[in-house]
């Protein structure tokens, strides 16, 4: 029973980083371009917006994602 468990949640698990990943690898391109240029310029203004949309969907992941991380470590055998 304990192997299906672990399955269940390791499956959860890369299910969560399935939907991070490409959210997280966003919200980094976006600082890249909040890093290299001006304030003034359009990129910026959208990387800005775009970084706020991953943080804000980003933070609810988390969540879930700490949640996975916690459930599958508490079924690895000791």
């Known amino acids: 029973m ?3 468990i672990s399955q269940s949640s390791l499956t959860r698990l890369k299910r969560y980083l399935a939907e991070y990943r490409p959210r997280l690898e966003k919200a980094i391109t976006a600082i890249q371009t909040l890093e290299a240029s ?4 359009e990129e910026f203004s959208q990387a800005l917006a775009d970084l706020h949309v991953c943080a804000t ?3 609810s992941y988390s969540e879930g994602m700490v949640d ?3 459930r599958f470590t508490e079924e690895l055998p000791d």
């Open 57 to 59: 969907v980003l933070e």
């Open 68 to 70: 996975a991380i916690d």
């Open 38 to 41: 001006d304030s003034d310029d």
């Open 2 to 4: 304990t192997q299906a």
